[in-house]
């Protein structure tokens, strides 16, 4: 299962869909997609359900009111376990998720409980960039691992 937090990414969202599923349908037959709206108040919720009447079944959309996106990614991965997903792999909507590492991800996924990806290029604020800072410094303290983008998908 793909999981999808969308906030107010009307400007993205379709072509962040239309780029992962031809690769989805090359490496995992089986995949849903499971897009989570967050109380958007664009038309990307608009733009799921056309996408859900384009992709049928491959499509799954939650609707709520915001809670921020680490509880959305949180029900996300709940729902996936809730629907018997073995893999759960999650992309952001801003399409800061490149598709070209896909198959490296697929190919570790017996290997480890958590496999996750490090940004190369951030473009966030710098609000976030030290949020994640702080993160990587509790993650180390808390139990001596070292994860240095732990908001990465």
């Not at 664009?42 to 709520?64: F, T, V």
Request: aromatic residues 10%; hydrophobic residues 40%; charged residues 20%.
């Amino acid at each position: 299962m793909v999981v999808i937090p969308v906030y107010n990414e009307q400007d993205s969202i379709q072509k962040v869909i239309l780029e992962w599923i031809p690769a989805l349908e090359k490496w995992s037959p089986n995949f849903v997609i499971l897009a989570i709206d967050d109380g958007s108040r664009d038309n990307s919720l608009a733009i799921l359900y056309q996408l859900q009447a384009q992709y049928g079944q491959r499509m799954m959309i939650i609707s709520r009111p915001n809670r921020g996106h680490g509880q959305t990614c949180l029900e996300g991965y709940h729902r996936a376990g809730e629907l018997g997903a073995r893999f759960v792999f999650q992309i952001d909507s801003d399409w800061q998720c490149d598709l070209r590492y896909f198959q490296a991800f697929w190919q570790l996924r017996n290997q480890a409980l958590v496999v996750s990806g490090i940004r190369t290029s951030r473009d966030d604020g710098w609000k976030r960039i030290i949020v994640t800072k702080t993160l990587r410094l509790m993650l180390l303290l808390a139990f001596r691992v070292d994860c240095p983008d732990a908001n990465v998908p």
